[in-house]
């Protein structure tokens, strides 16, 4: 039963460039959320696709965009690339229930480290 | 005033105590609570859920909640050096129709020494 993957593991960029990360579920899962975690810091919630729209944000600049496609995969989109955001970006996976509160668990994958030079 | 808030540690128990950790969330619309292990470069693993005041019992990982005091704890009986790790708290909703995000706590960092 593969879990969440996520590529690439690590990531090098600097200032004004910009990064798209990858995300596949967890067998079964429908929806995909996506975290921002700093050095010593738990993780931020950045926005949350199910159903191939974005759901939920947190709050992040627009320089953060998302995509899921039909297959349930993800993709986050970060342009203009800023020093602060250097972290390890989170993946995480669960099953929803269409219109019903879900509490199902979020699974991580293991992460893509960006840094910013 | 953070949302969800834990100790920062580290919290130090000797191999085979009880370690406590603690979690307070500020958000009463807050539905479900979860408790997730990082280890250090590691990306957060789920040990425990809970939905309802009261206990819960997995092997050595009790979570409590006290939607009351609004609360959550975890205790993890007999603890061992691999059970050293940051432990994070996260808290879910308020559900938005469509949505629910987790919140985390910046974590607690355990350290089982021998």
């Known amino acids: 039963d593969a879990g969440v993957t996520q590529s690439p593991t690590h990531l090098i960029k600097t200032r004004g460039q910009q990064v798209t990360l990858r995300c596949s579920p967890k067998s079964g899962h429908d929806t995909v959320s996506w975290y921002q975690q700093a050095l010593g810091q738990g993780p931020q919630f950045i926005f949350q696709y199910y159903e191939e729209e974005e759901r939920q944000r947190g709050n992040f600049p627009d320089r953060f965009s998302g995509h899921q496609f039909p297959n349930y995969s993800s993709e986050l989109n970060v342009n203009a690339l800023l020093l602060g955001d250097s972290a390890l970006y989170l993946c995480a996976s669960s099953l929803s229930r269409q219109g019903i509160y879900s509490n199902q668990p979020q699974h991580f994958g293991d992460g893509t480290r960006l840094s910013i030079l | 005033q953070k949302e969800v808030e834990q100790n920062s540690g580290p919290l130090s128990v000797p191999e085979g105590a009880i370690a406590s950790l603690n979690c307070t969330y500020s958000d009463r619309g807050s539905q479900s609570f979860f408790w997730y292990r990082q280890y250090s470069g590691k990306s957060p693993e789920l040990i425990m859920f809970i939905y309802s005041n009261g206990d819960k019992e997995d092997g050595r990982f009790t979570a409590q909640l006290n939607k009351a005091s609004q609360y959550v704890s975890l205790l993890i009986r007999d603890s061992q050096p691999s059970d050293s790790a940051t432990y994070l708290c996260?808290?879910?909703?308020?559900?938005?129709?469509?949505?629910?995000?987790?919140?985390f706590g910046t974590g607690t960092r355990l350290q089982v020494t021998l």
């Open positions: 996260a808290a879910q909703g308020p559900w938005t129709g469509t949505a629910s995000k987790l919140t």
